[in-house]
């Protein structure tokens, strides 16, 4: 894909993997539009890198279609690349999982992600072109202590972009799922505050860089899968 006047979306885009991924598809000249829940944060985040915001939060399902047209409209009418970025972990143990637990990663990771996608896939096919970037985990691959429901949701996620594949590949279609080991970056925190960067830990850049990577090769070729660990985590 030629990223010098494409149009990306880019959910959760104020902060982490997502701010870092649209920031750089803006300095390649990519129109790019990011969503968040805070508005403000959002808003500032927006001015900051020059994306364009969009306050969506992807776990309120009945929101997400009208979301989705919202988000075209913003990007001019069209679309070509969807960035799946936007996630939630909790990391219960077996005899402490609550239904509420199971609910709330579900509705962001995989519902909300399914249902934007669908939306989104209706313009690929209809300009025959496309291109969906799933941001998975190492713990798509393999599970952990504590891993029962975040673990489970990147599986889904896993099983959902091989789907895809399958059956968006006659349409010119490319699903590419983004696997990062740990990054530091606000996931899992609260307050949505950013972890500082560690020697043995990946940050933002580092998935950014692989997102941006996958999308610049000839819209011929796709990279199905693709993990990325740090160089030296100890």
């Known amino acids: 894909m030629r990223i010098s ?5 880019v959910t959760g885009g104020s902060s982490g993997i997502g701010k870092q991924t649209a920031l750089q598809l803006i300095e390649k000249g990519a129109t790019v539009v990011i969503t968040g829940r805070d508005p403000k944060k959002l808003s500032d985040v927006a001015k900051e890198i020059g994306a364009i915001p969009l306050t969506f939060d992807i776990s309120d399902l009945h929101s997400i279609e009208g979301k989705a047209n919202e988000a075209i409209q913003l990007l001019g009418g069209s679309i070509d690349a969807l960035i799946n970025n936007a996630g939630v972990g909790v990391f219960p143990k077996l005899g402490e999982i609550t239904i509420q637990d199971l609910e709330s990663v579900y509705a962001t990771n995989v519902f909300g992600l399914a249902l934007l996608t669908q939306e989104m896939v209706k313009s690929f096919k209809s300009q025959n072109s496309g291109n969906i970037i799933n941001i998975g985990s190492s713990a ?8 029962t429901i975040y673990a489970a949701s990147k599986f889904a996620v896993r099983a959902m972009s091989q789907s895809w594949q399958a059956e968006l590949r006659p349409f010119n279609i490319r699903v590419v799922q983004v696997n990062p080991s740990e990054v530091a970056s606000a996931f899992a925190s609260k307050e949505r505050i950013e972890r500082e960067e560690k020697p043995n830990k990946l940050g933002p850049q580092e998935i950014a860089d ?3 990577s996958v999308l610049e090769m000839r819209d011929k070729g796709f990279v199905p899968e693709v993990s990325v660990w740090a160089t030296n985590p100890f």
């Open 5 to 9: 006047g494409s149009k990306v979306l």
């Open 210 to 212: 692989t997102i941006v």
């Open 140 to 147: 798509s691959l393999k599970g952990f202590a504590g891993g």
